[in-house]
Protein backbone atom coordinates (compact mmCIF):
# COMPACT_ATOMS: atom_id res chain seq x y z
CA UNK A 1 0.00 0.00 0.00
CA UNK A 2 1.40 3.38 -0.81
CA UNK A 3 0.92 6.33 1.12
CA UNK A 4 1.15 9.56 0.63
CA UNK A 5 2.56 12.66 2.60
CA UNK A 6 0.77 15.54 3.35
CA UNK A 7 2.55 18.77 4.94
CA UNK A 8 2.66 22.72 4.70
CA UNK A 9 4.65 25.27 3.33
CA UNK A 10 3.91 28.14 5.37
CA UNK A 11 4.72 31.43 3.99
CA UNK A 12 7.13 33.54 6.14
CA UNK A 13 8.46 37.50 5.53
CA UNK A 14 10.02 38.10 2.75
CA UNK A 15 7.66 35.15 0.23
CA UNK A 16 9.72 32.49 1.88
CA UNK A 17 8.57 29.40 2.15
CA UNK A 18 9.40 26.76 4.73
CA UNK A 19 7.90 23.43 5.20
CA UNK A 20 5.93 22.73 8.31
CA UNK A 21 3.57 19.85 9.95
CA UNK A 22 -0.33 20.48 10.21
CA UNK A 23 -0.07 20.95 13.31
CA UNK A 24 2.25 23.93 13.48
CA UNK A 25 -0.43 26.43 11.36
CA UNK A 26 -2.11 28.94 13.21
CA UNK A 27 -5.00 31.40 12.44
CA UNK A 28 -4.22 33.68 9.55
CA UNK A 29 -1.41 32.07 8.77
CA UNK A 30 -0.62 31.52 4.88
CA UNK A 31 0.78 28.44 3.51
CA UNK A 32 0.41 26.01 0.13
CA UNK A 33 -0.58 22.36 0.76
CA UNK A 34 1.32 20.06 -0.45
CA UNK A 35 -0.15 16.57 -1.42
CA UNK A 36 1.28 13.97 -3.14
CA UNK A 37 3.76 16.33 -3.97
CA UNK A 38 1.52 18.66 -5.54
CA UNK A 39 1.41 22.30 -3.81
CA UNK A 40 -1.97 23.87 -3.41
CA UNK A 41 -2.72 27.11 -4.91
CA UNK A 42 -1.71 30.03 -1.80
CA UNK A 43 -4.55 29.62 1.07
CA UNK A 44 -4.91 31.62 4.56
CA UNK A 45 -5.49 29.65 7.97
CA UNK A 46 -9.52 30.32 8.94
CA UNK A 47 -8.94 28.75 12.35
CA UNK A 48 -6.02 26.66 14.21
CA UNK A 49 -5.21 23.16 13.52
CA UNK A 50 -6.76 20.36 15.11
CA UNK A 51 -7.15 16.84 15.81
CA UNK A 52 -9.34 14.24 15.40
CA UNK A 53 -9.19 10.05 15.42
CA UNK A 54 -10.60 8.38 12.66
CA UNK A 55 -10.08 4.36 12.64
CA UNK A 56 -7.42 4.32 15.82
CA UNK A 57 -5.30 7.63 13.27
CA UNK A 58 -4.70 10.86 14.46
CA UNK A 59 -5.37 12.90 11.64
CA UNK A 60 -4.82 16.78 11.93
CA UNK A 61 -7.21 19.24 9.31
CA UNK A 62 -6.44 23.37 8.83
CA UNK A 63 -9.76 25.36 7.99
CA UNK A 64 -9.07 27.38 5.22
CA UNK A 65 -10.18 29.29 2.03
CA UNK A 66 -8.09 30.59 -1.19
CA UNK A 67 -6.16 33.82 -0.55
CA UNK A 68 -7.44 36.54 -2.17
Request: net charge negative; proline share 4%; charged share 25%.
Amino acid sequence: MSESITYALKVIPDDKEIPCHLSELKKDDLFYLVQASKKSELLVATDNAFQSNVNGQTIWSIPHEAHA
